[in-house]
């Protein structure tokens, strides 16, 4: 588990850091809990943030740089509003691994939308299933909350918070 209130840098691939021309910036930190995790992501885009989001479970669940890039799996999560696409989103991450084991090393949002139905997020990750030979087991989450959940955008960067419960 990274320090907590530490700010942990997550390397956005090479690519989309060249379609940018710019230095991206963005962050995750473990902010103080009594009893649960809580995470505060920072990003240049709502797409970024989600994504940094779904990387910052996985970092809990393990260390990511020790994850290789074997599988690819295709996710599609919807929400009535920007809360409940994130509360979706990060259960759906926390199932994946429940049932296959699944450990990301890579986020890659496609697309988050509105329309009439509410939000779809769709997105690629990039991982294979946990090897306990070569994967630290850290901290097993149970579940997401939407205690102390925060989405929004202050100057030219988003910030999401939420608990994961442990």
Do not use: C
Not at 2 to 29: D, T
Not at 78 to 91: Q, T
Not at 130 to 151: F, G, N, P, V
């Amino acid at each position: 588990m990274p320090h907590w209130g530490a700010r942990v840098r997550i390397p956005l691939p090479a690519l989309l850091q060249k379609l940018l021309h710019e230095e991206v910036y963005m962050s995750v930190r473990f902010l103080d809990h009594p009893s649960d995790v809580y995470v505060e992501v920072r990003a240049k885009s709502l797409e970024e943030a989600f994504a940094l989001s779904g990387m910052a479970v996985y970092e809990v669940m393990t260390d990511v740089r020790r994850v290789k890039k074997e599988e690819t799996v295709e996710v599609t999560v919807e929400g009535f509003d920007l809360y409940s696409l994130l509360y979706n989103w990060l259960e759906e991450l926390i199932y994946l691994f429940d049932s296959r084991s699944f450990l990301g090393s890579e986020v890659k949002v496609e697309a988050l939308a509105e329309d009439s139905n509410g939000f779809r997020l769709k997105a690629v990750i990039f991982g294979e299933r946990y090897d306990a030979d070569r994967h630290e087991s850290k901290t097993a989450i149970k579940a997401a909350t939407y205690h102390l959940m925060e989405i929004k955008k202050e100057n030219d960067e988003y910030i999401i918070r939420f608990v994961l419960d442990i």
